[in-house]
């Protein structure tokens, strides 16, 4: 593994940010910036933002780096090596990481940002704290979107096809409904806070936002069907993942990682459906915050071959 300075970039789609440790065994943060992404003004808007992003950074250092490592809201088809499944619409189809190496003028090591979450809390954060053994961690994302990353090993598994980890567009329950993926009853349809605020104002003929569904949920009726249609399902959703990959450790992240029923019922409905006499696997919470993509990022130049 490097012994260099590690530069990563994480992409957003309202922010970009770029950050500098000193090193992977001594991670210490040099640099950390962030400048807004306009993703509204275009494709090339946004790689000249990035590129802005990084004359800062080279700035700041003195030097450019061999490396850089970049965490994007999609992923990077390995075959056709254009950028797919992304929120910020503008990126999909476009060979980002071709022409980043271009402007840039140094290699890029690119991974989604679920993926980048996973390998931040298992490099530098809870993992790292509480299970510093453990060799392979799930890292999901519960938000407005729902995403997964897998980290074997301190390094990212994106897969044959760019889609390790990809577990929100699993099917979960046709009550789901449509999904933009083009599938329907996806697990992103029915854990997502959209799609659970959907559901609350389905039952309940009201709009109520996410957290004040989760405040009201002893004394709404609706509110507290809404979170056992949360609890109920991350349980199913979650022991497929356990049954298949058999993680030494989740790592929870996303708005809806902050409620505490996930933490209690939620685990109850894992430890109903998971294929096993007993569940051992841990649940935790992150402590890295809004760093996790931009460390996930950066730590991406210390696990590329």
Known sequence: MSQESLWGIDLGGTKIEGAILTSAESPEV?????????AFRGYEHIVSQIGKMFRMMSAHAGYTPSRVGIATPGTLDPQLAVMKNCNTTALNGKPLKMDLEKILGTEVAMANDANCFALAETRLGVVKEKFPDASVVFGVIMGTGVGGGLVVNGAVINGLQGIGGEWGHNFLDDSGGPCYCGKRGCVEKVLSGPALEAYYHS?????????????????????????????????????????????????????????????????????????NNRLETPIVRPVLGDSAGVFGAAFLVDTAE
Do not use: C, W
């Not at 640099?31 to 306009?38: A, D, G, K, L």
């Not at 009201?216 to 991350?234: I, P, Q, V, W, Y």
């Open 203 to 275: 039952i309940s003929g009201v709009k109520k936002e996410m957290k004040d569904i989760v405040a009201d949920a002893a004394t709404d009726a609706a509110a507290g069907e809404t979170m056992k249609r949360l609890t109920t399902f991350f349980g199913q959703a979650i022991s497929v993942i356990i049954n298949i990959v058999d993680p030494h450790v989740i790592v929870i992240g996303g708005g809806l990682g902050n409620i505490d029923a996930i933490y209690s019922e939620g685990i109850q409905s894992i430890r109903k459906n998971v294929f």
């Open 30 to 38: 040099l640099f950390r910036e962030r400048i807004s992404t306009e």
